[in-house]
C-alpha cells in the first residue's frame, strides 16, 4: 500500500464517528429522507463489502434488504454484463420502499457494440418492466467507452438511441474528453437525451471532471481517480477511495447542479472493498443542511 493509500485509511478511520459500524440486522437504521438529492452506490451486491458494510456471514440474496436501509437509491449495473429475468427486477422491486428509485445501466451491447441491433433494447425494456410498474424506475443509464469519440456517425447513433427507446429518460455518461463541448449538452437537450457529470483520474484523453446538467435531472457518477490502475481495466480501476477534501469540492458542484433540478442522482462507482459506501456517506454529511 502506498503512502498516499495509508494516509487515504488512516484519514477514513479518524473519520468512524461519520461511519459506525453496521448495525444488527434487527435494529432500524436511519435511511435519508427522500428529497433533492439522493446518494446510492452503483451496484450493491459484491462479496468484499461483507465486513466492512455488510454484517459478517450476509449472503448476496439479503444484500438488499440491507443496503436499503441505508440508501434510498442504487445504479443496478449488472444489466450491463447480463439482462436478468423481470421477476429479478420485480423481486427488487418488492424489497425496496415505496420511495425507493432504481437506475438501470444499458446493456453492453447497447452502448459498446453499437450495431443498432433490437435485441438487446427489447430485452432491456422487458427486464425493467416491473421496476417501472412500481413507480421506482428513474432512468437508464448509457455508458459509453472512451474510444466513443464525438463524431458525427456517433452523433447519429445518439440519435438512434433515442429513438430506440422512446419516452425513457435516458442518461448518457461519456469518457472521452472530445464530447467536452457546449455544443454537445444542446445536442443532448435536443434528443431530449440527459447527461452524467463524472469524476474520474486525469488523463490524456479522459474527461476528468465534468459537471453538466441536461433537462430537470441531474446525475452524477464517481469513479475515483485510481490513474495507476485505469487502463489495465478491471475492478483495480475502480480502487480508490475520496479523501475529505475531494468530496468537498463535489458537493458545493453538485448544489449547484441540484439549484434548478428536479432531482439529483449522486453514485459513487468506486465500490472496491466498500470505498463507495465510505465516500456515500461522507457525501450525505458534506451535503446536511448547516
Same mark, same amino acid.
Given at each position: ?60 440474496? +439479503?444484500?438488499?434488504? %440491507? ?5 434510498? /437509491? $442504487? +445504479?443496478?449495473?449488472?444489466? %450491463? %454484463? ?5 421477476? /429479478? ?10 420511495? *425507493? ?8 451491447? $447497447? ?49 438512434? &438511441? ?9 442518461? $448518457? ?11 454537445? /449538452?444542446? *445536442?443532448?437537450?435536443?434528443? +431530449? ?9 486525469? &488523463? ?12 430537470? $435531472? ?21 480502487? %480508490? ?50
Amino acid at each position: 500500500m502506498s503512502a498516499r493509500d495509508r494516509a487515504r485509511r488512516s484519514k477514513a478511520e479518524n473519520q468512524a464517528d461519520l461511519f459506525p459500524q453496521p448495525a444488527p440486522a434487527g435494529d432500524a437504521s436511519p435511511v435519508p429522507a427522500p428529497g433533492p438529492i439522493r446518494i446510492g452506490t452503483s451496484g450493491y451486491s459484491f462479496a468484499d463489502w461483507v465486513g466492512s458494510f455488510y454484517p459478517p456471514g450476509t449472503a448476496r440474496g +439479503e444484500m438488499l434488504d %440491507y443496503y436499503k436501509r441505508h440508501f434510498n /437509491t $442504487v +445504479e443496478v449495473n449488472a444489466t %450491463y %454484463y447480463r439482462l436478468p429475468p423481470p421477476a /429479478t427486477m420485480q423481486r427488487m422491486a418488492e424489497r425496496t420502499p415505496a420511495d *425507493f428509485h432504481f437506475m438501470v445501466k444499458l446493456p453492453g451491447g $447497447v452502448t459498446h457494440l453499437r450495431d443498432a441491433d433490437p435485441a438487446p433494447v427489447e430485452g432491456f425494456l422487458r427486464t425493467i418492466a416491473p421496476l417501472q410498474e412500481s413507480g421506482k424506475f428513474r432512468g437508464a443509464l448509457a455508458q459509453f467507452p472512451y474510444s466513443f469519440k464525438r463524431t458525427a456517425q456517433a452523433e447519429a447513433y445518439l440519435a438512434w &438511441l433515442r429513438g430506440a427507446f422512446p419516452g425513457l429518460p435516458l442518461f $448518457v455518461e461519456f469518457r472521452h474528453d472530445s464530447w467536452r463541448e457546449r455544443e454537445v /449538452t444542446d *445536442f443532448l437537450a435536443a434528443q +431530449e437525451l440527459g447527461i452524467c457529470s463524472i469524476d474520474e483520474p486525469d &488523463l490524456p484523453g479522459l474527461i476528468p471532471r465534468w459537471v453538466a446538467r441536461v433537462g430537470e $435531472v441531474a446525475y452524477v457518477r464517481l469513479h475515483g481517480r485510481n490513474a495507476a490502475a485505469w487502463w489495465k481495466g478491471g475492478g483495480e480501476r475502480y480502487n %480508490y477511495l475520496y479523501a475529505r477534501e475531494e468530496l468537498a469540492e463535489w458537493a458545493e458542484k453538485i448544489r449547484e447542479l441540484a439549484d434548478g433540478a428536479r432531482q439529483t442522482y449522486v453514485f459513487f462507482n468506486n465500490c472496491h472493498a466498500g470505498h463507495a459506501v465510505v465516500n456515500a456517506r461522507m457525501m450525505e454529511e458534506l451535503l446536511k443542511p448547516a
